[in-house]
């Protein structure tokens, strides 16, 4: 037992000096602070906030028609070439109208005839009532042949609004160009059977110019409105197209009108802007963006878009404050500019915001400016 003892203490007493070291350790590494984050810093400035807000816009024709046969009949004659331009006035299609002719035909030697028996009438009351001036006849051959001579007339009226109706079938047999345009390609060809409201026959289009419709938020109607009240010359230049092709149409637009009343459902009222078309690149039914230039002589804050990150749908940046920490801060945004954006709320001018090295950061950490990025 007693040879056992001094091994156990001496086992006891390493074990207490490799204890005292591991406590004497933690302190020691809980002492070294982590480096501070070498960031850029930005100091927050004003500037003029030219850019541009964007809609989705629709091209449409200003004047666009669906040709649509008025009688029934079989199409005799295609006057036109697929999407070829066509003239107001121009024929376009016939339909067999031989059926109409006839009846036309016959119209016109009723009304002859109830011409010829209108003038024979008309003789006969003339003549009679001479004969009354000299009481050679009886009055009541006077008064027949005066109703006689009323009813010959009715029936000329008659007989005249007959060959007018007629007529109309005729007139309507030959399908002429509304306006000056384009025309679609035929939905009917030759030999084809139409009906009066059933057969679309065709789509004649204006194309120039063209006009851009927008829905616009109803918040938006008064810039809407200051825009079109300006005078020409300075509102073209602040309506720009971006082709599906993400090309910029070269020829700015006017707004021409607004519409009468918001869409309650969406809440949105829609503005049309004209863009001119002599060289036919707007089409009706193309989806673009339409660019409306704000305002360029204001200014607002600007800071980089890099400094700002999103968190849950809301947008934050580092403030630099005492002793060299940063705080997150919320903050409002606007429109993007380049490489910049704009900060509606969140902010004021000159304070610091660190613009490079965000990812390494926290609320709270300490950062050693490595440059100020507003400076250069």
């Known amino acids: 037992m007693n040879t056992r003892i001094p091994v156990l203490t001496g086992l006891s007493a390493a074990l207490g000096l490799l204890s005292a070291c591991g406590s004497s350790s933690k302190p020691a590494d809980a002492s070294k602070a982590p480096p501070p984050a070498a960031v850029a810093l930005y100091t927050v400035q004003k500037g003029a906030a030219q850019y541009f807000d964007e809609y989705p816009a629709t091209v449409v024709a200003l004047n666009e028609v669906q040709l649509r046969p008025q009688t029934t009949g079989y199409i005799t004659g295609i006057f036109f070439k697929d999407g070829q331009a066509v003239r107001k006035g121009q024929k376009l299609y016939s339909i067999d109208q031989q059926q109409y002719q006839a009846g036309y035909n016959q119209a016109v030697a009723n009304l002859n005839v109830a011409k010829a028996n209108l003038g024979k009438a008309q003789q006969d009351a003339d003549r009679y009532a001479e004969l009354q001036k000299q009481d050679a006849i009886a009055r009541q051959t006077v008064e027949h042949a005066q109703a006689d001579l009323q009813a010959a007339k009715?029936?000329?009226?008659?007989?005249?609004?007959?060959?007018?109706?007629?007529?109309?079938?005729?007139?309507?047999?030959?399908?002429?160009?509304?306006?000056?345009?384009?025309?679609?390609?035929?939905?009917?060809?030759?030999?084809?059977?139409?009906?009066?409201?059933?057969?679309?026959?065709?789509?004649?289009?204006?194309?120039?110019?063209?006009?851009?419709?927008?829905?616009?938020?109803?918040?938006?109607?008064?810039?809407?409105?200051?825009?079109?009240?300006?005078?020409?010359?300075?509102?073209?230049?602040?309506?720009?197209?971006?082709?599906?092709?993400?090309?910029?149409?070269?020829?700015?637009?006017?707004?021409?009108?607004?519409?009468?009343?918001?869409?309650?459902?969406?809440?949105?009222?829609?503005?049309?802007?004209?863009?001119?078309?002599?060289?036919?690149?707007?089409?009706?039914?193309?989806?673009?963006?339409?660019?409306?230039?704000?305002?360029?002589?204001?200014?607002?804050?600007?800071?980089?878009?890099?400094?700002?990150?999103?968190?849950?749908?809301?947008?934050?940046?580092?403030?630099?404050?005492?002793?060299?920490?940063?705080s997150q801060r919320k903050i409002i945004t606007g429109q993007v500019i380049n490489d910049k954006i704009v900060v509606k709320s969140g902010l004021t001018e000159n304070e610091k915001i660190v613009a490079e090295g965000v990812q390494r950061l926290r609320d709270g950490s300490v950062v050693q400016a490595a440059k100020d990025s507003s400076r250069h």
């Open 154 to 326: 009715m029936q000329f009226e008659a007989a005249k609004a007959n060959v007018a109706s007629v007529q109309t079938n005729v007139r309507y047999s030959t399908i002429y160009a509304p306006f000056d345009g384009t025309i679609g390609i035929s939905q009917v060809k030759l030999g084809a059977a139409v009906s009066p409201g059933q057969t679309i026959l065709n789509t004649v289009s204006s194309d120039d110019p063209m006009a851009v419709d927008v829905a616009v938020d109803q918040k938006q109607i008064g810039r809407f409105t200051q825009l079109q009240q300006k005078p020409g010359s300075a509102r073209d230049s602040v309506f720009l197209l971006e082709l599906p092709d993400q090309s910029v149409y070269p020829y700015p637009g006017s707004i021409t009108l607004i519409d009468r009343a918001v869409d309650p459902q969406t809440g949105t009222i829609k503005a049309r802007i004209v863009f001119p078309n002599k060289n036919k690149m707007l089409k009706s039914g193309m989806s673009c963006n339409l660019r409306i230039r704000n305002n360029g002589n204001e200014q607002m804050l600007l800071i980089p878009y890099k400094a700002v990150t999103e968190q849950m749908g809301e947008y934050f940046v580092f403030v630099l404050g005492d002793s060299s920490k940063v």
